[in-house]
């Protein structure tokens, strides 16, 4: 039970805990210093005491919103994949791609042997960590991903390149780890890609996790669920983030047929809206997801990272549901 | 035997440098109410003169408007039609890119035309051909979410319906001036039994084509098993991605072709080189089997999933291949 592995870590975590996946929308002084940066009109020093501002606001906005699990925000980073690739060595950082839409990301290129220097992520988890007394969760962007996502000029395979990148990521778990972060999230988005890639990102993932002292979360988003599940399920983690919403909730029935022996962590808004959930909505979508799966195991946030949403529509979308989630604990108290 | 260059269908229609962020900028200040509509079909005219210039400067002869308009490959024409309303993102086969489900709420009615337009633009700026795309009823259907009780389960006749309101995009099109209509139907290669469904809606769809030639395009897939009932297509010519298979060119070998073939030998997914001697060794194999006066040399898929910088120079390595392919024959 994963429940169990919560305490185990010291972890109480109230019934039907809220958390976020990942990324907020940065406030308008940040993008104006990240712009600025860019243009080397302003120095690192100067973008940072910015990236920290934007991340205590949202650390705070959390802590009073009445989030039980909380992120950073991802205030320091861009794109998922690219924030990676810039600060670990073997990668050029390539040009613009389309992800949808009017969205675009850097896509990295592999061009030598990928190597993890120095930790990346602690000292924001550290400078998080600080200012709640509530846990914060620490977030990567799994192996299998940053290969599919990045091109490679290095590699002679698919295999042989997530392999490397998974080696380099664990120590950026193992420093996460040693940083005091117990909740791990390793984002997988791109793992519904190939199905039968599937047994490689498993692979990937149990180099990343294999004897770590922390309860693992992997977040997955937009794919073709029904052609990996329940072969999902294999994966090395503890709690399966899933983005449900978006996709009209079809992932239940799957659920319901095949129950996880995994906590999940049910995305009740849809992140590329930018109209807000009725709360009615979302206590529908709850008492869906209560009726398909043990409350024990159930988790709720958004869809995705927030990043593409205003300040303002991300903070609707995330008390909608604390609200929500606040009723259905009242009804169903555990 | 000539090999003509063309566009596989999309081109990035933003790039690193400043001026080639303009249709990005025009968009975000039009979702914000910046900017007026008219400001924002400006940007895209723009933007599409400006990939045609990148792709005739390359070489290449018969350009496409890069699919500049376009959201997303599936719901951009899907959603226009009556009853069907754009739904979730999901990824678009092994990419990582996004389109919008289109979500039918019953059957699917052609209302007014998309494509008409795009090909007026693009000839507009054009002093070559132009093809015109467009993602086919198949795979349309297949990428659908379907919430008509009627179609739910009925893949062949959402299929069908999706293709007579295609058939009118096709007619407006040719009428526009497209020379050749590009149908992509990637997902026949990975549901390989539908391809009799594939074959009755393109029939739909050529009755309409008026002077321009139809071209049945794959790619994502392996098309060597298929590669003789593609013969039997009520197509003129046939689109071929070569990256994922190693018995395609067995294939086209053995079997010959008497319809235009688009070899898609120049990986559009990569921005590792393309190695030119695999390119020859295939033209070697491919070309004397072929029985028209012309094939196609193009990218393996549209090119947006590649940087400006690099779609561009894949054009330029289309050109230069030819170059010295056909200088090597004498």
Request: hydrophobic share 20%; glycine share 12%; net charge negative.
């Given at each position: 039970m994963s429940r169990e592995r919560l305490a185990e870590l010291g972890l109480s975590l109230p019934l039907l805990p809220v958390t976020s996946v990942g990324s907020f929308p940065k406030p308008g002084y940040l993008k104006k210093a990240r712009s600025e940066y860019a243009q080397r009109k302003i120095t690192q020093e100067e973008l940072e005491q910015e990236e920290e501002r934007a991340t205590r606001f949202w650390m705070e906005w959390q802590d009073e919103a009445g989030i039980d699990v909380l992120v950073?925000?991802?205030?320091?980073?861009?794109?998922m994949v690219t924030f990676f690739a810039e600060t670990m060595r073997g990668f050029e950082i390539g040009g613009l791609v389309r992800s949808y839409g009017n969205r675009y990301y850097h896509k990295p290129i592999i061009v030598r042997e990928v190597e993890w220097v120095q930790p990346i992520t602690t000292e924001w988890f550290r400078f998080a960590q600080s200012l709640t007394r509530k846990p914060v969760k620490g977030m990567l962007t799994g192996p299998y991903t940053v290969m599919d996502w990045s091109f490679d000029e290095y590699y002679d395979s698919r295999r042989e390149a997530t392999l490397a990148i998974a080696a380099q990521i664990r120590k950026e778990v193992e420093a996460l780890a040693e940083a005091g972060c117990r909740i791990i999230q390793i984002d997988?988005?791109?793992?519904?890609?190939?199905?039968?890639?599937l047994p490689l990102a498993i692979e990937a993932m149990q180099i990343c996790t294999q004897g770590i002292e922390a309860y693992f979360i992997t977040h997955i988003c937009y794919g073709n669920f029904e052609r990996i599940y329940p072969g999902l399920l294999e994966l090395p983690v503890h709690n399966l983030d899933l983005e449900l919403s978006n996709s009209e909730l079809d992932m239940l029935p799957l659920l319901a047929e095949n129950p996880p022996d995994k906590d999940i962590s049910f995305g009740l808004v849809d992140v590329h809206s930018r109209d807000v959930e009725p709360l009615e909505v979302v206590q529908e979508r709850i008492g869906m997801a209560l009726e398909a799966l043990p409350r024990e195991r159930l988790w709720f946030d958004p869809d995705c990272g927030l990043k593409t949403r205003t300040i303002e529509e991300a903070q609707a979308k995330l008390e909608v549901i604390v609200s929500a989630v606040r009723a259905a604990r009242e009804q169903a108290p555990g | 035997m000539r090999l003509v260059i063309t566009n596989n269908g999309s081109y990035p229609r933003v790039g690193d440098r400043p001026q080639e962020q303009r249709l990005r900028k025009a968009l975000s200040k039009w979702e914000k109410g910046r900017i007026s509509e008219q400001d924002l079909r400006k940007a895209e005219r723009l933007t599409i003169a400006e990939v045609i210039r990148e792709q005739i400067a390359a070489g290449v002869e018969l350009v496409t408007d890069g699919q500049v308009r376009w959201y997303d490959p599936v719901s951009h024409l899907a959603c226009a039609l009556e009853n069907v309303r754009p739904g979730g993102l999901l990824r678009f086969f092994d990419t990582n890119f996004f389109f919008r489900q289109p979500v039918v709420e019953g059957e699917p009615r052609w209302v007014r035309s998309v494509l008409a337009e795009d090909v007026r633009t693009a000839l507009d700026s054009s002093t070559r051909p132009v093809k015109a795309m467009l993602t086919g009823p198949y795979t349309t259907a297949r990428l659908s979410i379907v919430n008509a009780p009627e179609l739910a389960g009925d893949v062949r006749r959402l299929t069908l319906l999706f293709a007579e309101a295609y058939a009118r995009e096709v007619e407006a099109a040719a009428k526009a001036g497209a020379k050749v209509i590009q149908v992509d139907e990637p997902m026949l290669l990975q549901t390989p039994g539908d391809v009799g469904v594939v074959r009755e809606a393109l029939g739909v769809l050529a009755e309409c084509r008026g002077e321009a030639q139809l071209s049945l395009t794959t790619y994502f897939g392996d098309a060597a098993k298929l590669y003789g009932d593609f013969q039997d297509m009520p197509v003129d010519i046939i689109g071929l991605d070569f990256t994922y298979s190693e018995d395609l060119v067995s294939n086209i070998e053995m079997v010959g072709s008497s319809k235009v073939l688009a070899l898609g030998l120049v990986n559009g997914r990569t921005t590792r080189p393309d190695d030119p001697e695999t390119i020859f060794r295939a033209l070697d194999r491919i070309l004397p089997r072929v029985s028209v006066d012309h094939c196609y040399l193009t990218s393996s898929c549209g090119l947006e999933y590649l940087p400006r910088d690099r779609a561009r120079r894949k054009l330029e390595l289309m050109t230069s291949l030819r170059f010295r392919y056909m200088r090597g024959k004498g």
């Open positions: 950073d925000g991802e205030m320091y980073r861009g794109d997988e988005p791109a793992i519904s890609v190939r199905p039968e890639e | -």
